[in-house]
């Protein structure tokens, strides 16, 4: 039987009354009871069948009178409206008895609908029968484990949609446990197995056969409301991940959350925040989940546009702000008409407050007037930190992440555009002795030049999951081998489960690597394998079997890592020696004419570079200084195959790379974005431009299911016939110097959304070109190649 599956309550379990009986008994003998106890005496030997097992409804109803006055030893009849609470069937969720605030809080009959709880995959069934063997091990084996964690239940109103959270309490007083048979000892050495493994259902069956007890009495179940602290925390929680303020599953879940703190279906979450000007911006185009409760259509409105607003109340004087009426409010501005044009009365705002400084705001907001007051404010006090912190911690991690660009990635103020930021910066120096919010100017490059590269490492994803995989199948080769010794010396049964759990991972990964899959094994890794190996390792015969099963994994890691390593490993050799290449000529071509430049590395390494009259001053830019440019990125691309052909022998894995050049032979505009620190195209139609050079590293050839770029071979896509030209004339000046060789292939690409019309020119690159000549008279051949033109 698979008892963690078949979700049915494994024990025999019945209601009897025999030990509350005894309890008033003992309390009227001793006389705790004064006064009735004689008749309460009389009634019980009136009812003998409530001292045995109860199977029938009919005895409850027939004796309802007097169960209802014995239960109220357990359960007080002056708390009935507010105590939560129900007399049930020994781990059957079946009232005998239960209060009217216990019947407003919860149905037990839809029990399974309305309720999920904290419990692994909201098996209660699974809860109940681990309390039930916690039990068994307390009274019969003389172990007493408390689950540490309270069991919660979560109860969804079916009308307003609200949650309220419970704390489950069961008093097991009076209920015992009858033993049908010879108890089955347990090991020491399992018991403790067994608690590492508390939701292990099939594995508690093992030693504790249901069969073998039987449960008879009553249990008093407890609901305590911790909705309040459970929401709190949760919204913590939620606030904690990474994506917290920007994503919408992340907005509608605190929302709902926060409807239930409040206890108010219709709220209305927003968030405003503040720029790096001190603008508080009351919309975010950029995120579909987070955004403030004011207009969407806008993308910001800045300071003039909410003065005299409570938001520039709340905002300057750093309070909560609370208008229970917008309708009634006298001091409206167009803020305050807008909220009531989108069905907005009621309104609470709170400043987001850092030290001195203001960085955001929480709207919270109803249709109803006079739900949010001053007096619920308090409930804000408790979640503002936390929101708080999950805005500061995103500014913080935008602000590392443009540092780390700037420091690596070059793609901020580059040496070669200095000059128009020092120009900017003078001015705006200037302007803040008249104003002092006044902002930098806007830096904008026209009629720039793009010339896109791209040197990646092929099947880099293919490579890296069959690197993944065989080090998987390795690990749990060796860690079945391993368990097979155990078994063979031990013969514990719950070794051999994990042997057939350790096959059944070793089947999944041999059909291949799906996701999740990775995770799942290191997890059966960690939770299974090493416990197991930490029981045994002391075994005198098991120690060298499991020392030299650990000397297999990798230090750092601790599972099998060499094939993975080894991957990473050679793409970061490629990826090192393509950067290095690249500075090197990129340094050189400085020298032909200043221009911008930027990189990135992923699976290989892509880059941009930038050249026009606009990015320096005092020199102009022809088309001599383009085709120049062309033709040094075609042999910059060839170097970079001879770097990789040259070290290849080298690496631990066998990868190649394909290079791909992107002709763009219209100038662009790109501008400065200082909330990002880097250059973007500007303008709609040069958009395009970046639409088509995200996707053309998937380009197909026309017609023959051929991906354009391949190892050895450099490829150049374009959209003009007099790009084609000279790029034709490129190859064969190239030919002449014996780089490239073969036929010179036209080709036609399939359509990618957003770059129709594309073709390409591709040619193989020689395989045995002199490294030394080629980097010698580097700028020599690209002069020589342009004079014979």
Known sequence: MNYSTDNVFPFSSVLNLRLLIEYWE??????????FGENLLRSIKAAPELREPIYHSSIIEKHRTLINFLITAVIPPANQDTDISAAIFPFDFKALYSTPAFERALNLNELSNCVTTNLPNNQMVLGKTVKACLMILEKFYDVKIGLEKPIHFTVRNAVTGLDKVYRVEINHQFCEIISKGKIKPIEK???KFLTEKMYDVDLWMQYIRPDDFEFQGFMVMRLVDVTEQEMLSSIKYDLLKKNAVEDQESFATIQHKLRSLFGINEIRLGLAYCDSDNNLILTNAASEGWRSLIDQSLSSVPCTDYRGSVYERS???????TVENLSEYPYRSKVEETLLERGIKNLLLAPLVDGEETIGMVELATPSPGKLNAISAHKVENIMPMFTAAVKRVKEEMATEVRAIIQEECTA??????WRFFEAGTNLLKRRKIDAKASLEEIVFKDVYPLYGLADVRNSSIERNLAIQKDLQENLELAKELLKKIYADKRF????EVIYKAEEQLKKISRGLASGDESNVLEFLKTEINPLLEHFELHESLKEFIANYRSRLDPQFGVVYRRRKSFEKSLSVINQAIALHLDEAEEE??????????????DGVEFTLYVGSSLVKDQSFDTFHLRNFHLWQLLTMIGIHQKIAAIKPTLENELDITQLILVHDQPISIRFRPDEKQFDVDGAYDIRYEIVKKRIDKAYIKNTGERLTQPGKIAVVYNQTKVEEEYKRYFKYLVSKKMVNGKLEVLELEELPGANGLKALRMQISPDIQEARLHESFLQDVEEALRLQ
């Open 26 to 35: 003992r309390s009227i003998q001793s006389g705790v009871v004064p006064g």
């Open 189 to 191: 050495h399992v018991l």
């Open 315 to 321: 905002w300057t004087e750093k309070r909560y702000i």
């Open 413 to 418: 103020i580059h040496p070669s555009v200095q």
């Open 493 to 496: 049964p719950l070794v051999e």
């Open 589 to 602: 071509a400085q020298t032909m004419f200043p221009h911008y430049f930027e990189k990135y590395k992923t």
